[in-house]
Each structure stands twice: as structure tokens, then as C-alpha cells.
């Protein structure tokens, strides 16, 4: 296998280069929570079988709660040396993420004899597994405040780290079965050894994760070869309208919690590229609150007083009063609560000192920008709230943009007058059709004479979120029923179809014989939806260009 070095690329992590390895989970540990789930059961008299659908739920549920109080009694036994290592292990694992997005970037440049995206898959479903794990251990610790007196060691470590994985897989399985994503059977034994069957998924896992792969090598590729030419990897939006969204968003941040967006980035930016490192807990930064508010204003005091800064440490720190008691602290509700470590990097300790680590706050950085300049939250908030009303302009804004953008790549492939973009009034395209007909606005229009083909596209801008939950509506959205993404796409296909010659005369098409009509959708990320068997095409923008064409 022929690799790279990362050497000489610059990251703004100093210490980056030298972070060591993280402690790789135990698959005997995994064993071993596997037969106390076995005991668990066999305890309370479930019986030898095949269990599915609600049965199937329940008992896994039951699995979930048992894992979950075991994982809370199994923390409360350890002292504060749990917490810092388990920090530790977190950003050397996120250490290792950031290492793998640059190594494969630079592979991606070059030749290798490897399967780059499949390799990349693999290494990230390794590194989510083991970070997600470890988080959890961090906030379980954080919600139960143990007073053991037991010293954390590697070997201790990796029983906890198995009974989180676990509880992770087991949740996931609840909320596939819950939300009709991946059925799943759950066999045991008479000698209970559990089985757990996977059904027919809803869409192709392995396809939406290789494809997602490929975008973020290219992504990563691009950016380091532009790093290399010595150019400055601008945003890709950055128009006046936008900004003036930015800027409402940023007064609206002011108004609900007395700090400005701008001025979190800011922040999360310098904890990022600080070098507070404390050799004792390398590569953690162990500061206390008094250094850490200089260090930020050094950097930010014609900008942001002391008063502001505080603000913001305490908006993104973790303590022992983030949660409560009775919080059912499950991996995928986490997902949509500030109160998590992706969003809140830094701990705040009962001495009042802060502990953090760099990749963690570029990580929570990247979050919080990402959402933002998407148009989206990275938790859940108020619908009411002058945020909410900010975000909602942006996506809105963004929406647009897909279109517009959309329609400038038709035209510069295919020719000007060989498209229509943002058919509301169909007289447009012929004086005997209704002006507005009941399929609805058509985004884009287009025909290749070439290849005697007309599409008939939507563009399409959902926010990007991952749970079981989420992938569900995002489903649903596209597909279900007739007011559902295909639903109304259908319609403007069916529209041109029944009026398909009156359509290329609009275009001054002289051949009108052997016509197709295809429907497609053009999007600016990858969907779970573009991976279900559905007779629809999912065109990332930036293959655009090369659909049109080549189709």
C-alpha cells in the first residue's frame, strides 16, 4: 500500500503531529457484555426464540435500560481519573479522524493500490464507533458525579468502552425497528446465545456510505491541493445577500443569549489553534477559568470583552449540573441536545479549572459553523425564537441559490435556449396551457437534442441530520404519498409527457420522434433518499454538468 506523509501539510492543531494512538475497543469486553445480556435475560425468564417487530423492540428496549443503569453503576465506582482519561481517549481519537481526512485527501492525489473510498468507509465507521462510545462515557460521568474510588486502567477502560458500544448498537436497532428503517429479529438459544438478524433495509446502507465517502475524500483532496497552490480556500457562499442573513443571524444570537455567533467561532477558533497544552494530560488543556479568559481576549479585546467571554465558556462547557438524575442519557437524543460534548467541548470541573482539547473544539467549531451557514440549528430550539426566524431566511436564501445555480450550469452546458428555469407561468412554454396547471412550478427544464432527452428537475434542500428519526422524515418527505417530493415531481413529468410535442416546439426541436422524459432531483449533499429503489435520480450539483450531457 503506498501512503503519504502529512508532515508538511499545515493543521491548525500544533500539537496534532504528536498524538499518539487511541486504545482500540476489546472485542472479547464486547463477549463479555454479550453474556451478561444473556444472564440478563435468562433472568427474567424471556424465553428461547425468535422475537420481531414490537416483541423484538420491547425486548431490546429492556436490553437498552438494563446496559444503560449497568454502564451508570459501573462509573460510579471510579474516581475523577475515569474522566480525564476518557477525555484523552476522545481527542486522540479525534485526532486520528482529522489524521485519516488529510491521509486520504493527499491518496486521493496521487495513485495508491487500494481502494481509497471503501478503506475510508471503514476507518470512519471504526472511529464514529469508538468516539460515540466514549463521549457517552464522558456525559454518564458528568450526569451520575461518582465518588468511587477506583483508578481507571486500560484494561478497565475497554469493559466500559464495550458496555457503551453496546448500548450505542442496541439503541440504534431499537430506533431501525421503531421507525421502520431495517427490521430486525432477535434469536436466542436454548443455550442463549443471542443472535440478532437484519432484515430488508429501507435503503442501501453500503451505497449512501461509499457515496458519502467519495465526497469527502474529493472534498479533502481539493482543499489540500489548493493549500498546496497557496490559496486560501474561500466559502463557497459569500454574496452580499447572504451575508446580510449572516448578519441578522449574528444580532439574533446577541438578542437570545448575550454573545454573538461571530464571537463563538472566534473563540472555539483560538481553543482550537491554542497551545495551552498541560503535559500531564497531554494532548488535553487543563487551564484555569482566569487564564483561559486572558488567553481569549490577548486575541479578541477589540472585539469581545471578559463579560462576553465568559458567556460563551459557559454556553459551550459540559458540568456536573448539565444533567439531571432521572436524564436518559441515549446516543441518538443526544443528538438534537446542546448539552453534548460535539457541541460543548470544554468540561467544566468542580475546582473551577476548564478541561478540553483541541480537536474537540475544532470539531464542535465545524458543527456549529456547518448548521449555521446551512440554515439549520445543531439542536433543538424554540420555532418561535428571532434565531429560528434567522435560520429560516438563510435556508430559505439557500434554497434559492440551488436553483439558480442549477439553472446557470444547465445553460452553460446545454445552451441558453435549451432550458427553462423556475416554470410557474406554463404559457411560458405554449399559449394553449394553463397558466399555472395543478403539477406545480417546474425548477428546471431542460432538453440535450443529442441524446432526445428532456428533464424535468427539482432542486432540493433538506437539512442534514442522522438519527433514525431523522432519516425516516427525510424518507417520508421524498417519497410518501402523493404531496411528497415524487409525489409532485411525478405530476410535472406526467405534464410534459401528455404534452410532450408542444414542449420541443417551445424549444424549436425539429426531430420530435424517439423523445424520453426524465425526472430527476438535483441536490447539494447526499441523501439517505437517493439510496431507496425509487425510479427518480439524485444529481449532486456539482455532477450537474456532466448529467446532463453524458445521460
Not at 485519516?100 to 485527501?105: A, E, S
Not at 434542500?461 to 415531481?489: A, H, Q, V, W
Request: proline share 2%; net charge negative.
Amino acid at each position: 500500500m503506498k501512503k503519504y506523509t502529512i508532515e508538511k501539510i499545515t493543521i491548525g492543531n500544533s500539537k496534532l503531529n504528536n498524538y499518539t494512538n487511541y486504545k482500540e475497543f476489546s472485542p472479547a469486553e464486547i463477549s463479555k457484555v454479550n453474556s451478561e445480556i444473556a444472564k440478563f435475560l435468562a433472568d427474567n425468564n424471556v424465553q428461547p426464540g425468535e422475537y420481531e417487530g414490537e416483541t423484538a423492540k420491547e425486548l431490546n428496549y429492556s436490553i437498552l435500560e438494563f446496559l444503560g443503569q449497568k454502564l451508570e453503576n459501573e462509573i460510579k465506582q471510579y474516581d475523577e481519573s475515569l474522566l480525564f482519561y476518557a477525555y484523552q481517549q476522545v481527542e486522540l481519537i479525534e485526532g486520528k479522524r482529522e489524521n485519516n481526512r488529510i491521509q486520504f485527501g493527499l491518496d486521493a492525489s496521487k495513485y495508491t493500490d487500494y481502494d481509497i473510498y471503501q478503506k475510508n468507509v471503514e476507518e470512519t465507521r471504526n472511529i464514529s464507533q469508538v468516539a460515540t462510545s466514549s463521549k457517552l462515557i464522558i456525559e454518564t460521568f458528568l450526569k451520575v458525579d461518582p465518588k468511587g474510588k477506583n483508578k481507571i486502567n486500560d484494561d478497565s477502560w475497554t469493559y466500559l468502552q464495550a458496555l457503551s458500544i453496546v448500548i450505542h448498537e442496541t439503541t440504534i436497532i431499537c430506533e431501525y425497528i421503531d421507525y421502520d428503517i431495517i427490521p430486525h429479529k432477535l434469536v436466542i438459544s436454548d443455550l442463549y446465545m443471542i443472535q440478532d438478524i437484519r432484515g430488508k433495509e429501507i435503503y442501501n446502507h453500503e451505497g449512501f456510505y461509499r457515496s458519502q465517502s467519495k465526497m469527502t475524500v474529493k472534498s479533502s483532496m481539493e482543499n489540500l491541493l489548493k493549500q498546496k497552490r497557496k490559496k486560501k480556500v474561500e466559502p463557497k457562499i459569500k454574496t452580499n445577500p447572504f451575508l446580510d442573513k449572516l448578519v441578522y443571524l449574528d444580532e439574533s444570537f446577541r438578542v437570545e443569549t448575550d454573545f454573538s455567533f461571530r464571537n463563538l467561532i472566534n473563540t472555539l477558533t483560538l481553543l482550537h489553534r491554542g497551545d495551552l497544552f498541560d503535559e500531564s494530560y497531554f494532548p488535553l488543556s487543563l487551564v484555569t477559568e482566569k487564564e483561559l479568559v486572558e488567553y481569549l481576549l490577548h486575541y479578541q479585546e477589540d472585539i469581545i470583552n471578559e463579560t462576553e467571554i465568559k458567556k460563551i465558556l459557559s454556553f459551550i462547557s459540559l458540568g456536573f449540573d448539565t444533567y439531571k438524575i432521572d436524564d436518559k442519557l441515549v446516543p441518538t437524543n443526544l443528538l438534537r441536545r446542546k448539552e453534548r460534548l460535539n457541541l460543548c467541548p470544554l468540561i467544566h470541573l468542580k475546582s473551577g479549572d476548564y478541561l478540553y482539547g483541541n480537536q474537540m473544539c475544532l470539531g464542535s467549531l465545524n458543527l456549529w459553523r456547518s448548521s449555521i451557514i446551512s440554515g439549520d440549528f445543531p439542536c433543538n430550539i424554540d420555532k418561535n425564537s428571532e434565531i429560528s426566524k434567522a435560520l429560516k431566511e438563510i435556508h430559505n436564501y439557500l434554497d434559492k441559490e440551488l436553483e439558480i445555480e442549477a439553472g446557470e450550469i444547465a445553460k452553460k452546458t446545454l445552451g441558453q435556449n435549451n432550458v427553462e428555469t423556475n416554470v410557474l407561468n406554463f404559457k411560458r412554454l405554449s399559449r394553449s396551457f394553463p397558466k399555472r396547471p395543478s403539477c406545480g412550478e417546474i425548477d428546471l427544464l431542460t432538453v440535450n437534442v443529442d441524446k432526445k432527452v428532456i428533464f424535468v428537475i427539482d432542486a432540493k434542500n433538506m437539512n442534514e441530520r442522522i438519527r433514525p428519526y431523522d432519516m425516516r422524515y427525510e424518507i417520508d418527505t421524498f417519497f410518501d404519498g402523493n404531496k411528497s417530493y415524487i409525489g409532485k415531481l411525478s405530476k410535472k413529468e406526467q405534464f410534459i409527457k401528455e404534452n410532450l410535442i408542444e414542449v420541443l416546439n417551445h424549444f424549436n426541436v425539429q426531430d420530435l420522434e424517439g423523445w424520453k422524459v426524465q425526472k430527476a432531483f438535483v441536490v447539494n449533499k447526499i441523501y439517505h433518499s437517493a439510496f431507496v429503489d425509487c425510479e427518480v435520480d439524485f444529481v449532486l450539483l456539482r455532477d450537474l454538468s456532466k448529467y446532463l450531457e453524458d445521460f
